[in-house]
């Protein structure tokens, strides 16, 4: 499965945006959907991810609260909202798909191309 990262920007604190990971080649209804993020100088991490099961979701517990992912099957798409964002979040995101939701990269195996997130005034 091919994956495309997009949504990103720059966006003041406080503010909002909605990322997209649409997928080309299959269908994502079978896959766990996971998000990462990774910031200048640091190691990639987790972030959220859905699962292919029953949607059960999981967050990091930075991010708890202010983000919500969510699928919509029918456009093989999965969605992070990001509300009340905050300079710390200003990274790559990437999506990925997983057999099962894990905060482990080498759980995942097909990742998109990141789209960038800075969140500044």
């Known amino acids: 499965v091919q994956l495309q990262a997009s949504g990103g920007g720059l966006v003041q604190p406080g503010g909002s945006l909605r990322l997209s990971c649409a997928a080309s080649g299959a269908t994502l209804d079978y896959y766990g959907v996971g998000w990462f993020r990774q910031a200048p100088g640091k190691e990639r991490e987790h972030v959220s991810c859905?699962?292919?099961?029953?949607?059960?979701?999981y967050y990091a517990d930075s991010v708890k609260g202010r983000f919500t992912i969510s699928r919509d099957n029918a456009k093989h798409t999965v969605y992070l909202q990001m509300n009340s964002l905050k300079p710390e979040d200003t990274a790559v995101y990437y999506c990925?798909?997983?057999?099962?939701?894990?905060?482990?990269?080498?759980?995942?195996?097909?990742w998109g191309q990141g789209t960038q997130v800075t969140v500044s005034s």
């Open positions: 990925a798909t997983a057999l099962e939701c894990t905060v482990l990269e080498w759980g995942y195996d097909s």
């Open positions: 859905i699962s292919s099961v029953d949607d059960t979701t």
